[in-house]
């Protein structure tokens, strides 16, 4: 079966500190894609990155990065220096590869973030 | 390019009512997806379709939800009676199958419709 654990379930943080969201993933397949999601306080799920399984790369785009470890199946993404609009509930997702798999991306339970002045 | 459009943003009835949920997906996207997400939780697929066929619904309670994606472009989710239970954000999403398998397509989501079930 396939899970996605994000244990941190709220994390504050003072505007300008770093803060990372972790992301915990099982799958069985060889072949599978991550992806981390944007949820504002207006609902609608943003996109912010996929990241296949052959990949180990970390990316980096402007303040966010992330790094992958297939080694500790983890997808962990990090804020560097943190703003009040970085407010929201970020969602890590995972969708496997495998004859059976449709596509269906299978969430995480989410971590709120709460960027304070 | 507009994105995933969906109707209505909030609706509020009583149980064992009727309702009725609409998305338009990405224009050219092939793929659309339901999905359930009750507060606090992440969202869970309902239905999946590619072009006007089922895909996936094995997650949709078919005694009561029904969707259809008529001509392969706009879908539309109903729940008929609801339960309490059933009040969530119904989020509709799309993928443009750009990849030989479904799951390396990047989903992109719509607004969502909040549904209060009293």
């Known amino acids: 079966a396939q899970k996605v654990t994000q244990a941190q379930t709220e994390i504050s943080v003072v505007e300008k500190e770093d803060v990372t969201l972790d992301c915990v993933y099982e799958?069985?397949?060889?072949?599978?894609?991550l992806f981390w999601y944007k949820q504002p306080p207006s609902g609608e799920l943003v996109f912010l990155i996929r990241?296949?399984?052959?990949?180990?790369q970390n990316e980096i785009s402007g303040r966010y990065s992330w790094n992958f470890q297939k080694s500790t199946s983890s997808f962990n993404f990090t804020i560097t220096a943190s703003q009040v609009v970085d407010s929201a509930v970020y969602f890590c997702a995972l969708s496997g590869h495998g004859s059976s798999n449709t596509g269906k991306l299978i969430f995480g339970q989410g971590t709120t973030l709460q960027v304070k002045p | 390019e507009a994105g995933v459009a969906q109707s209505p943003r909030y609706k509020i009835i009583e149980k064992r009512q009727s309702v009725a949920f609409w998305c338009n997906p990405i224009?050219?996207?092939?793929?659309l997806y339901w999905y359930q997400q009750i507060l606090g939780q992440g969202p869970k697929l309902l239905i999946q379709?590619?072009?006007?066929?089922?895909?996936?619904d094995s997650q949709l309670p078919k005694d009561r939800f029904s969707a259809e994606r008529l001509k392969g472009v706009d879908s539309t989710l109903k729940i008929q009676p609801a339960k309490l239970e059933d009040s969530a954000v119904y989020l509709c999403?799309?993928?443009?199958?750009?990849?030989?398998?479904?799951?390396?397509?990047?989903?992109?989501f719509g607004p969502g419709t909040r549904l209060t079930v009293l």
């Open positions: 799958t069985r397949d060889t072949t599978y894609y």
């Open positions: 224009s050219g996207h092939a793929t």
């Open positions: 990241r296949n399984s052959f990949d180990e």
């Open positions: 999403a799309s993928s443009p199958r750009l990849g030989r398998v479904l799951s390396t397509d990047t989903q992109y």
């Open positions: 379709f590619q072009n006007n066929g089922v895909v996936d």
